[in-house]
């Protein structure tokens, strides 16, 4: 956790987003470190879970990170977690609370909200062409297929 911290602290001192930092480890050595970059990159994406993990998964040339655990210094917001549930770590360690960044301007309630349906989105989802849109899906369904058992 020490080493997410200094992270953090490192992005904040760069001016490179919000104080946030993570670092991914496989058998006790450490493999990624990552901070937040959302003001450099003007990607909103770029939070310190999502840069470590791109910076592992370049690294170890695999996007499975489950034999890896995650260090966050702060819990992570919806698209974080997400993005841990599709690298499939067992176990990630977080310090700060959604609580704690809250109070300093970093407020995902509103996601939340959405998500457990309190509330309606802000954003409209509006199903457009699935016809054409589900042909490359059938594509690799049959990739897959052939290579079953």
């Keep these: 956790m020490k080493i997410a911290v200094q992270e953090a602290a490192k992005g904040v001192k760069a001016n490179d987003g919000g104080p946030f930092g993570a670092v991914i480890v496989k058998n006790g050595k450490v493999v990624a470190r990552g901070h937040n970059m959302v003001v450099i990159s003007n990607d909103p994406t770029a939070h310190a879970e999502v840069t470590v993990i791109r910076n592992a998964t370049a690294k170890l040339k ?33 310090g700060a609370t959604r609580k704690d960044a809250a109070n300093i301007g970093f407020d995902d309630k509103f996601i939340y909200d959405v998500l ?29 297929d052939k290579v079953q058992y």
Excluded: G, H, Q
């Design 116 to 144: 457990e349906k309190n509330t309606k989105p802000s954003v409209v989802l509006k199903p457009l062409d699935r016809k054409e849109c589900v042909k490359p899906m059938d594509v690799w369904k049959k990739k897959i």
């Design 62 to 94: 695999c996007f499975d990170l489950s034999d890896c655990e995650l260090y966050t210094s702060c819990e992570p917001c919806p698209m974080c977690l997400s993005a841990i549930y599709w690298a499939k770590f067992k176990k990630i360690y977080f």
